[in-house]
C-alpha cells in the first residue's frame, strides 16, 4: 500500500455508534438535571460544588499504583469488579435490589455522578 489515506476499509460504525461518539457526559448530566424537581429533595453532589476525594479512595490509588495494578486504563463502562462493589454498597440502603449492570461507572473522580443518578432512576421507577 503505497497511499494509506486512500485505502477503502469497506465497513462503517452504526449510526448508534456515531451518535453516542458525538455525545458528553455533560450532555447527559443536563438532561438528567433537567428531569430533577428544583422543589424537591436536594440533589447529591451539588452541579457546581466540587466534591472531596475520600482519603480511602487515595488510599487504593496510591496502593494500586504502587503494586503495578494501576498502569493500565479500565474499561469505559467500568471494571466488573468495580461495579459489583458499587451495587453491593449501595444495596445496604434499598429496598430495590441493583445489580453490576444497573451501575454507570465514570472517570471523573472529584465529580462523581453515580450516586446521585442512582438516586434518580430509583425516582423515575
Not at 443536563?30 to 422543589?39: E, G, R, T, V, Y
Amino acid at each position: 500500500m503505497a497511499n494509506d489515506s486512500n485505502v477503502d476499509w469497506q465497513f462503517s460504525g452504526s449510526e448508534a455508534a456515531k451518535d453516542a461518539s458525538g455525545a458528553a457526559l455533560s450532555a447527559y448530566s443536563s438532561k438528567l438535571f433537567a428531569l430533577c424537581d428544583p422543589n424537591g429533595k436536594p440533589i447529591l453532589p451539588p452541579r457546581v460544588e466540587t466534591a472531596e476525594t475520600s482519603h480511602t479512595a487515595e488510599k487504593a490509588v496510591v496502593h494500586s499504583v504502587l503494586c503495578g495494578l494501576g498502569n493500565a486504563y479500565a474499561p469505559s463502562i467500568g471494571l466488573p469488579a468495580a461495579k459489583s462493589a458499587v451495587a453491593e454498597y449501595l444495596n445496604r440502603d434499598l429496598p430495590n435490589k441493583l445489580t453490576p449492570n444497573d451501575v454507570f461507572m465514570t472517570r471523573d473522580v472529584k465529580w462523581n455522578l453515580c450516586p446521585w443518578a442512582v438516586h434518580v432512576q430509583i425516582q423515575l421507577d
